[in-house]
């Protein structure tokens, strides 16, 4: 069995199950860190470890077989990324076979699974790692930094939008493909903020999830929306903050200016008898932070391998997820009243 003693001095060797629309990357990723030992790709179908082969030649293993990466004792880590639907049954698997587990979001379909796999994993002493990928951008960890230095003052309202055309899927509504995202990212920027209440709204179309979603959650202390669509004429990422010192504009399209820190806001003095304040707006001067070239997936493996190296919490690990997932169940909820 692998777990965190036997990972620390040695290089750990990592295998992908799933090569379809998102493994290639993760792939990719994988072997161009050398501090990986990239043992093998695992996927159901020959055209897509053909593909694979191609790319990877012999460097490393190929299979049709799920129970050969499990049944592989040199293995210690398995990358996931495969449908939603399947995580809860090939990650239980993966930590029974004693190894660490890096899988792609959301986490699970449900709080109880996830629960269940967070309690196998302490058993064992193994590592969870939910790829919220955003976390690990350079934009979202300087948004972090603005955030705890008190710059942004105290959050107000958060807006997220996450829109194009196509990728319409049928395991996941939008909400959960899409704006998972936006919950993980406000998880993080705000270290795990109360939820007091969840609100959504979709529409079903070319699916049976809903391909359009809204979403309201009133945070202890602040307000997020969020949009998602699979159903939109433009591709649109998109992250508003508005503090009351500061506000911050994220457009994750934009290839110039992905990041603006605006001195915009309201200033309050003393008012009139009628008012407790009068408020003024207050327009000064944008900036433009400089931000550092990364790949956010591999930024996201790198730290999984590094938290089993140095025994640490994944700052994705599976209580983030949970939480995650908690406001998700709650959307599904309100969509099903609606």
Not at 90 to 109: Q, W
Request: hydrophobic share 40%; with cysteine; proline share 2%.
């Amino acid at each position: 069995m692998s777990n965190y003693s036997e990972c620390e001095n040695k290089k750990m060797k990592i295998a992908l199950v799933g090569y379809g629309y998102w493994g290639p990357n993760v792939a990719k990723n994988i072997y161009r860190n050398n501090n990986w030992d990239f043992a093998a790709v695992c996927d159901k179908k020959d055209s897509r470890l053909k593909k694979a082969r191609e790319l990877y030649a012999d460097s490393i293993q190929y299979t049709n077989d799920f129970w050969d990466i499990i049944q592989d004792k040199t293995i210690d880590a398995v990358a996931l990324a495969v449908e939603t639907s399947a995580h809860y049954d090939l990650a239980k698997e993966v930590l029974f076979a004693g190894k660490h587990l890096y899988v792609e979001k959301p986490f699970t379909s449900t709080v109880i699974q996830a629960e269940e796999l967070k309690q196998i994993a302490l058993e064992r002493n193994l590592m969870i790692h939910v790829d919220h990928i955003m976390v690990y951008h350079p934009a979202i960890r300087k948004i972090h930094e603005f955030i705890q230095s008190g710059d942004i003052g105290e959050i107000i309202w958060i807006d997220c939008s996450r829109l194009n055309l196509g990728q319409v899927k049928d395991d996941v509504n939008s909400m959960w493909d899409l704006n998972v995202h936006d919950l993980a990212i406000i998880d993080y920027l705000t270290n795990g903020a109360k939820v007091r209440s969840v609100k959504a709204m979709g529409t079903k179309m070319y699916s049976h999830k809903e391909t359009i979603t809204q979403l309201m959650v009133q945070y202890e202390g602040f307000f997020a929306t969020m949009r998602a669509s699979w159903i939109s004429p433009i591709k649109e990422r998109k992250l508003i903050i508005a503090g009351t010192k500061k506000m911050v504009v994220y457009d994750d399209v934009d290839v110039v200016n992905k990041l603006i820190v605006y001195d915009k806001g309201f200033d309050t003095e003393p008012g009139t008898e009628y008012a407790d304040y009068v408020v003024k707006a207050r327009n000064g001067d944008a900036i433009i932070p400089k931000l550092s070239v990364e790949d956010a997936l591999y930024n996201s493996l790198e730290h999984f391998r590094e938290c089993i190296v140095q025994k640490k919490t994944s700052m994705t690990d599976a209580d983030a997820a949970i939480r995650v997932i908690h406001i998700l169940e709650q959307a599904d909820i309100s969509l099903e009243k609606d």
